[in-house]
């Protein structure tokens, strides 16, 4: 049993004050002066054990009320039958993560962490409110909330069905808070389904101090967060990137990178039975498994030359977590990776058109155009992976604004140069200030070498970006994250807070501005990482992570690979791993890459994010078969009626009253004994 | 201490002047008196015939029977001869014991008690007994008046009455075993007391005086509270007798408690039956008169007067 206010049971010594006040009574009862005590001390012997098991029994009567006044006070929490008589809410709001990661579940038990939440979560609420709340769902991967006619929809609904998403907790809770601030109501219990997986809660966002406010605003708000921070038993892991149709000669392939990632390193290296499926047709591979996790560049698969385009996963034998256990991929020719170079000055964008069109792989085209703004109509939006803008901003509400947008939206890549005189304008919240030249060349002191479009290069090996000499750069203002910075923290690479396909650099290339024409490796890197960044979502067979649909053609998804259940409701095809069809578009859904790292939330700092609100912390275990709890302060006052009304009987005064017949002194002053 | 002789009512000993106060023993007084001799002396009432033996007094021959049988005879009459009146008053701490308000008289026990023992050393003193008065407490020092006559010795007697108070725990047992030591001539032996002794010893102290041949009459003083327990509340019972106190809920042991004084009572009857006792069980909250009138009544002999 747990408590809501465990400071209230620092007052659980004053359950002894009815044994203090029984003593001190006995010595303030009325006092008769007796002489007679032969009798009474032999009726006393004779009645001791009787009295005194009454007179425990009252006392222990009397502790037991006022334990539970106490008690009752600390809110207490209990399941099972103690559970059953918390009070009813008028309002449920179930908030669901559905990522992948809550699908986990032992091998020995067929239920995942997502069902086993539902399930108990469904029952307390069936035992505590019945149908006196209103049950909404609110699930992660929609964000759309849900009115249950019964607790038990919860197991039901397509809303509460397994994904391969990723869960953004804080937008899940200022879901709910759109919902109460839409939907006033009286007391309103919130309960957080979730594994406490780190990356879903991101515990580092700004936006918890004002979901922390506003929900401290409203009244009557309890959030019950049911957690199964369990980690998966000995889960295997897989994941591909870069996939790609390959030809050479007179054979074809497909090529990838694979990524295998297990829970825990194996005592032995262990044989990995891959089982690869294109176009519905499987072959196995093994792979050699020594530490606890295996990365395979270019590993290839051989296709038939005349196959095209198709599609295909990747499976793991089953194992505690289904959801990574297979990769979906969709593959075709590559289209031409085509950039666009919208320059006011030409010359100083050359080396730029140098590096775009000269081709990292043999056999792919790389066609590089170069135009000046007034030109810029002529962009093929369609095509351009990459696009170099220097010149002023594109003004907001023009039609070039808006092609900007939908560039971007659309996942394609654009990289933006400061124009010779910065205008006062801005694009997705930055803007150029003014140029600053150098005294002397200086070299940047920092740059992102993990991850984005300076990382280190597969092997390891960092890029030289160290040793690049920059001698005019143009400031930048407004919120970024970035990417390389000069001394005193000045931004030589960024990209907005807000889009991870766009960048800024700060300088040119041409030798006024910079060497980086001159050492043309770090520029030939960065080129051609957002050139590829872009063309992910070029050509019309796709990857992506599994969320909502998307809309950029007319015709239905439906799935192809047979790995989505039938009848999953359209709107929640995408949610799932899986390859969908529209037309001739092909995409291949899969788990985000943070949903395969097994790192939780502890329960303090759970409680550190919900500082200040009416929280309490439910971690739970898949084994766990018991029901949660809930408060029961209310039994406890009933205990207390109850051990009141026993105390009452039992101090009832006798029933059987000294009859006058049985008295010693019937008949006293006329029988005197005979001689 | 209380004022001088008022446990003694003129209005009641004038009434009881009436009844004698008699012996159901033979008695051996010092004196010519009321009451009957064991040994023979010259009153009216024949006693027997015995065989003349050289040295009695030949005034004593009974000549008819010597003309009749051709035998000496002598003719003996019973002796008459005053009574020892001892009086044994209870004074432990348990006689204070003064029944609750609602009853008719707030008399403590010892109060009544010297009422009646007052009235009978009266009464005995003036018939020409002698009275003498012993006190049974171990507290203080015990008053100890051995039996003699005339007013002088009355006033002393009642005197000492007047100054008793109770306190401390019973001796009844021990005094009425120190009174059949000490009490050498045949007395009329009057316990004024409680009896909040075990009946087992009190048996063995009344046979102790029975062989010394005394007369034992007993007034038993209770209250009606005390053998009904009719308490509604849990209260400490304080010992009179300065023992522990007792906390007690009278709604639970009422029925034991009657259960004992019932079992004492008993016993106390078949005490006396056995022993012969001249006993009377009287509720404080009573008179003392008709009490008084009754002891002296049944002690009157059966057959006519002399």
Known sequence: MTFLEPIYLVGLPLAALPVVIHLVHLWRRKPIPWAAMMFLRIAQQRHRGLSQLRQILVLALRVLAVACVLLSIARPLAGGWLGLTGGAPDSVLVLLDRSASMEQHPTSLPTSKRQAALQKVSKTIRQSSGDRSKVILLDSASLHPLLLTQPEALLDVPHSGPTDTHSDLPALLQGALDYLASHPSGRTDLWVLSDLQKTDWDRSSGRWQNLRSAFAALPGVRFHLFALPQPPEDDLGIRLENVSRKTGGDRAELQFDLFLQRQSAPTSPQKIPLRFIINGVATTSNLTLKDSQTAVHAFSLPLDKSLLRGWGRVELPADSNPSNNTFHFVFEPPPPLRSVIVSEDPDATVPLQAALSS????????PSTLLSPDRAHEIPW????????????????????????DHVAAGRALLLLPPQTPEDSELFGLRWTRWEEAARPVSPDWWKNDSDLLANTRDGTALPVGTLEIQRF??????????????????????????????FLATHPNPGGSSLSRDGVVLFALLHRALAEGAQSLGQAQHRIASALPDSTTAPWKPVDGST????????????????QSGSHLLALNRAPAEDLHEYLSPETLRELFAGLDARVLTDTLEDSRDLTSEIWRTFLFGMALALLAEAILCLPSSTRPQRQDSPTAGFATAPPSR | MRESRSFLDPAVLARLMALPLHARHAMLGSVSGKHRSPVRGSSLEFAQYRKYVPGDDTRRLDWRTWGRSDRFYIKEFEADTNLRLCLLLDTSGSMAFRPAPPMPTELSRLEFALRIAGSLAYLAAKQGDAVGLSSMSDTGTPVSIPARRGAGHLGLVLDQMSKLTPAGGTTLVESLHRVAETLRQRALVLIVSDFFVPTAELHHAIQHLRFRKHDIAAFHLLDRQELEFD????????????GESLLADPTLIARNYRAAVAEYLSALDSLVRNSGIDYHRVLLHEPYEPALAKFLLGRSPKKAGR
């Open chain 1, 382 to 405: 369609d095509d351009t992976a990459l696009l170099v803008w220097n010149a002023p901003f594109p003004k907001p509400g023009t039609p070039l604004h808006h092609q900007f947008l």
């Open chain 2, 231 to 242: 308490f509604e509340k849990p209260a400490r019972f304080v010992d009179l007798e300065g």
């Open chain 1, 359 to 366: 081709p990292p792989e043999p056999g792919r085209e790389f």
């Open chain 1, 565 to 580: 259940p039938l009848g999953t409701p359209s709107d929640q095809l995408a949610l799932r791993a899986g390859i969908l």
């Open chain 1, 474 to 503: 143009c400031g930048v203002s407004g919120a970024f994250i970035p990417l390389a910075l000069l001394p005193g923290r000045l931004p030589l690479l960024l990209r907005p807070a807000t889009e991870k396909n766009v960048f």
